[in-house]
T-cell receptor
Framework: NAGVTQTPKFQVLKTGQSMTLQCAQD?????MYWYRQDPGMGLRLIYY???????DKGEVPNGYNVSRLNKREFSLRLESAAPSQTSVYFC?????????????FGEGSWLTVV | AQSVSQHNHHVILSEAASLELGCNYS??????LFWYVQYPGQHLQLLLK??????LVKGIKGFEAEFIKSKFSFNLRKPSVQWSDTAEYFC??????????FGTGTRLAVRP
C-alpha cells in the first residue's frame, strides 16, 4: 500500500541545471499537488492538477513547470535551478476536486541547489 | 485570498503538560479545517479534520480541536502530551476550489 511515492528523495544540483521530480499515487485520486516547505513559511502550493489533463498555478509557481502525465503521475520540473529553490518538496493527492476530502502526502524530496 | 495564522512558532512542554496550539484563518465562507503533524524526518500525516457538524472533533493519538466559527479559530488540544508528540504541527484550511492553505507551523518539543 504505497500511497504517494516521490523520487528522488535527495538531490543536489548546481545552479542552472535542470531536473524533474517524479510523483505517483496508487489511490485512484483525481487531484494532485506539489508543495514546497521552507523553514518558518509552512507549506506553499506550487502547482496543482484537479484532474488528468489540467494543471493550475498555486502560490509560488515561478521557476517550475508540471506535467500531469496520467491519472497516477504528476511531475515537477525545474528548468534552470536556482539556490532559492533549495527546499523540501512534497507531492500530494486527494480524491475529488473542490471537496473536503483529505490530502495525502508523499515522503518528501530534499533538494539543494548550490 | 484565504490565509492561516499559527501564532505559536515554538512550544516547549514537559511530559504530562496540557497542550493548546492556536490557529486562526481568514475566510468568510464555508471552510474545511485540518491539522497535520510532521514527525522529525517524516512526511505530513493527518491528525484530524473538520468538515461540518459537531465543532469539537477528535483525532488520532488523543488530539482534539474545536472549531469556533465566530472567532475564525480551530485550536488543537491534548490534555497530556508525551515525548513522542515532539513534532511540527500545521493547521490548514480549504475553502473554494481545491487548494489547501497551510499555516507556518508550530514546533513542539516535549521534555521527558
Amino acid at each position: 500500500n504505497a500511497g504517494v511515492t516521490q523520487t528522488p528523495k535527495f538531490q543536489v544540483l548546481k545552479t542552472g541545471q535542470s531536473m524533474t521530480l517524479q510523483c505517483a499515487q496508487d489511490m485512484n485520486h483525481n487531484s494532485m499537488y506539489w508543495y514546497r516547505q521552507d523553514p518558518g513559511m509552512g507549506l506553499r502550493l506550487i502547482y496543482y492538477s484537479a484532474s488528468e489533463g489540467t494543471t493550475d498555478k498555486g502560490e509560488v509557481p515561478n521557476g517550475y513547470n508540471v506535467s500531469r502525465l496520467n491519472k497516477r503521475e504528476f511531475s515537477l520540473r525545474l528548468e534552470s535551478a536556482a539556490p532559492s529553490q533549495t527546499s523540501v518538496y512534497f507531492c500530494a493527492s486527494s480524491e475529488l476536486p473542490g471537496s473536503g476530502n483529505t490530502i495525502y502526502f508523499g515522503e518528501g524530496s530534499w533538494l539543494t541547489v548550490v | 485570498a484565504q490565509s492561516v495564522s499559527q501564532h505559536n512558532h515554538h512550544v516547549i512542554l514537559s511530559e504530562a503538560a496540557s497542550l493548546e496550539l492556536g490557529c486562526n484563518y481568514s475566510y468568510g465562507g464555508t471552510v474545511n479545517l485540518f491539522w497535520y503533524v510532521q514527525y522529525p524526518g517524516q512526511h505530513l500525516q493527518l491528525l484530524l479534520k473538520y468538515f461540518s457538524g459537531d465543532p469539537l472533533v477528535k483525532g488520532i493519538k488523543g488530539f482534539e480541536a474545536e472549531f469556533i466559527k465566530s472567532k475564525f479559530s480551530f485550536n488543537l488540544r491534548k490534555p497530556s502530551v508525551q515525548w513522542s508528540d515532539t513534532a511540527e504541527y500545521f493547521c490548514a484550511v480549504k475553502s473554494s476550489g481545491d487548494k489547501l492553505t497551510f499555516g507556518t507551523g508550530t514546533r513542539l518539543a516535549v521534555r521527558p
